[in-house]
Nanobody, 126 residues
Framework: QVQLVESGGGLVQAGKSLRLSCAASGRTFNTHAMAWFRQAPGKEREFVVALPWSGSGGMPYYASSVKGRFTVSRDNAKNTVHLQMNMLKPEDTATYYC?????????????????WGQGTQVTVSS
């Protein structure tokens, strides 16, 4: 089992930045692929970014809507994944969820992920 806890959400103005964190506990963290998804009110949950396991040498995979603005990183020593969000837009407003999957390879399909955090709210005002 892996437990995930997100933090760092809040209310910011458009153009500003926020940094989300996802702290993992439980089973070995660095062999799991990790991802961030988000869900806006009245909309389906959508993929944001996925990060392969730390030993793969693979690069993160970003949704086109956030590429160039968001950066994901992982700190295996602290079992934490961070999502740096820059140049935020009102359309980035959503609840952001951290997810982990047992296999080390990335996926943009939420059904591939085995563990989920409770979510953290991000609100971007115009």
């Amino acid at each position: 089992q892996v437990q995930l806890v997100e933090s760092g959400g809040g209310l910011v103005q458009a153009g500003k930045s926020l940094r989300l964190s996802c702290a993992a506990s439980g089973r070995t963290f660095n062999t799991h692929a990790m991802a961030w998804f988000r869900q806006a009110p009245g909309k389906e949950r959508e993929f944001v970014v996925a990060l392969p396991w730390s030993g793969s040498g693979g690069m993160p995979y970003y949704a086109s809507s956030v590429k160039g603005r968001f950066t994901v990183s992982r700190d295996n020593a602290k079992n934490t994944v961070h999502l740096q969000m820059n140049m935020l837009k009102p359309e980035d407003t959503a609840t952001y969820y951290c997810a982990a999957k047992e296999s080390p390879w990335v996926s943009g399909d939420e059904s591939d992920y085995d563990y989920w955090g409770q979510g953290t709210q991000v609100t971007v005002s115009s």
